[in-house]
């Protein structure tokens, strides 16, 4: 168990529709980072948080967005679904804002499905 | 541009047996490297990391990996593989540039047979 904890676990919605992803980090851990995982693309970098402020964006598309809050928690909000979008999304978080020398510490990722 | 390349896709051992897993990057300052394992339906668990010092890193559950920077490589290895090791393996490079971003290698799936 990281310590990071994702919900939901599953997600099944339909095309056009719009879904929220939520991410609890590990107690401490002031960066959040959110992942795709899908067959054809592997594994990529959507977005970076640190203690509320957006550091990084990766290959997130437009109709992506997220957000972290006070309490460190982040959501990632996705819209406008398509077929393509069906994937694994996973969040990571570590200790410090820039700083390599922390692991990312993965949560067990929500799996959506869009139909 | 930061990138990792893993060349297999799949590869299949038998229990017992040696294992090597190939990981080629490019980044151009010092790499901070890594390995994560992913089991079926499971997140991602760190295996090891290098970043700076003995090229030889000790990882959890036995493997070990080694930099060589002539190579551009970061090959994971263990001696004798067990059955439980069955799992995806994915190396990733560090960029400090953009905020500790990673960048992940497309994974090595692992089959053990007995």
């Known amino acids: 168990d990281s310590g990071v904890t994702q919900t939901p676990k599953h997600l099944i919605t339909a095309t056009g529709q719009r879904v929220t992803l939520r991410c609890s980090p590990r107690?401490?851990?002031?960066?959040v980072y959110w992942y795709q995982q899908s067959l054809d693309q592997g594994l990529q970098f959507l977005i970076h948080?640190?203690?509320?402020?957006?550091?990084a964006k990766g290959n997130i598309l437009e109709r992506f967005s997220a957000q972290q809050f006070p309490d460190l928690h982040s959501e990632l909000n996705l819209s406008s679904l398509e077929l393509g979008d069906s994937a694994l999304y996973f969040c990571?978080?570590?200790?410090?804002?820039?700083?390599?020398?922390?692991?990312?510490?993965f949560g067990p990722g929500t799996r959506l499905t869009v139909l | 541009a930061q990138s990792v390349t893993q060349p297999d896709i799949h590869i299949t051992v038998s229990e017992g047996a040696s294992l090597e897993l190939r990981c080629n990057y490019s980044?151009?300052?010092?790499?901070?490297l890594f390995w994560y394992v992913q089991s079926p339906g499971q997140g991602l668990q760190l295996l090891l990391k290098?970043?700076?010092?003995?090229?030889l890193v000790q990882g959890i559950k036995g493997f070990e990996a080694e930099f060589k920077r002539s190579q551009s490589s970061f090959n994971l290895r263990k001696p004798s593989v067990h059955w439980s090791d069955a799992a995806e393996y994915f190396c990733?490079?560090?960029?400090?540039?953009?905020?500790?971003?990673?960048?992940f290698g497309t994974g090595t799936s692992l089959t053990v047979i007995p």
């Open positions: 990571a978080s570590s200790g410090l804002a820039g700083g390599l020398y922390n692991e990312q510490f």
């Open positions: 107690s401490g851990d002031l960066s």
């Open positions: 948080y640190y203690n509320g402020e957006e550091r």
């Open positions: 980044y151009g300052a010092t790499p901070y």
């Open positions: 290098y970043f700076s010092g003995d090229t």
């Open positions: 990733a490079v560090g960029a400090l540039v953009t905020g500790n971003q990673f960048y």
